[in-house]
């Protein structure tokens, strides 16, 4: 397991914070699926459009909160959300990349977008949890842009995510392993 480093990037986002090296891995691991679903997307979809960029940057920096919120590394909670946005906004980001920060875990909302869709996805699927109302909605975007049957679209991303989660427990041990170093 070699997940991406983002760790020269990540520091110069959260200044004076250091990032835990559990929350470090966690970002690097959702990186490496979000840029493998969009790799996917750009080959069997080149039609389907949106911010490969956007999308990176969201999953390298969709819990940056957490440098502050440090409880919410191994707990459930959502400050992290509003104190990343913080964060991202105080270090000269435009509001449009630090979205990601809480619309990963808001992705039913109206104002998402494919960009945000993909990050979420990956938030999830890295670890093998599966969301079908989020696949769902990828699978009626893409089947509506490509006019591809929904079944059949459904049928490729469903053997992209089963193909990622059956990687979930190595990258599970890997970001677990980060606390013991």
Same mark, same amino acid.
């Given at each position: 397991? /070699?997940?991406?480093?983002?760790?020269?990037?990540?520091?110069?986002?959260?200044?004076?914070?250091?990032?835990?090296?559990?929350?470090?891995?966690?970002?690097? @691991?959702?990186?490496?699926?979000?840029?493998?679903?969009?790799?996917? @997307?750009?080959? /069997?979809?080149?039609?389907?459009?949106?911010? #490969? /960029?956007?999308?990176?940057?969201?999953?390298?920096?969709?819990?940056?909160?957490? +440098?502050?919120?440090?409880?919410?590394?191994?707990?459930?909670?959502?400050?992290? #959300?509003?104190?990343?946005?913080?964060? %991202?906004?105080?270090?000269?980001?435009?509001? &449009?990349?630090?979205?990601?920060?809480?619309?990963? &875990?808001?992705?039913?909302?109206?104002?998402?977008?494919? #960009?945000?869709?993909? +990050? &979420? %996805?990956?938030?999830? +699927?890295?670890?093998?949890?599966?969301?079908?109302?989020?696949?769902?909605?990828?699978? $009626?975007?893409?089947?509506?842009?490509?006019?591809?049957?929904?079944?059949? +679209?459904?049928?490729?991303?469903?053997? @992209?995510?089963? @193909?990622?989660?059956?990687? &979930? #427990?190595?990258?599970?041990?890997? $970001?677990?392993?980060?606390?013991?170093?």
């Amino acid at each position: 397991m /070699n997940p991406t480093d983002l760790s020269p990037i990540i520091s110069k986002l959260t200044g004076k914070h250091k990032i835990p090296p559990r929350l470090l891995a966690h970002l690097s @691991l959702v990186y490496d699926v979000a840029k493998t679903i969009t790799i996917w @997307l750009h080959k /069997n979809y080149p039609q389907i459009e949106f911010d #490969e /960029n956007a999308v990176l940057f969201g999953a390298a920096t969709h819990d940056i909160g957490k +440098v502050i919120a440090t409880d919410e590394i191994t707990k459930p909670g959502s400050t992290h #959300e509003k104190l990343g946005y913080q964060l %991202l906004i105080e270090q000269g980001m435009k509001a &449009s990349l630090a979205r990601f920060t809480y619309t990963h &875990s808001s992705w039913t909302s109206k104002v998402t977008t494919i #960009e945000d869709w993909i +990050v &979420s %996805l990956a938030d999830k +699927v890295w670890r093998g949890t599966r969301l079908t109302d989020l696949e769902d909605q990828i699978v $009626q975007h893409i089947s509506d842009i490509s006019k591809k049957e929904k079944w059949q +679209v459904f049928l490729e991303l469903d053997d @992209l995510l089963t @193909l990622i989660s059956q990687d &979930s #427990e190595t990258r599970i041990a890997f $970001q677990t392993k980060q606390d013991l170093e």
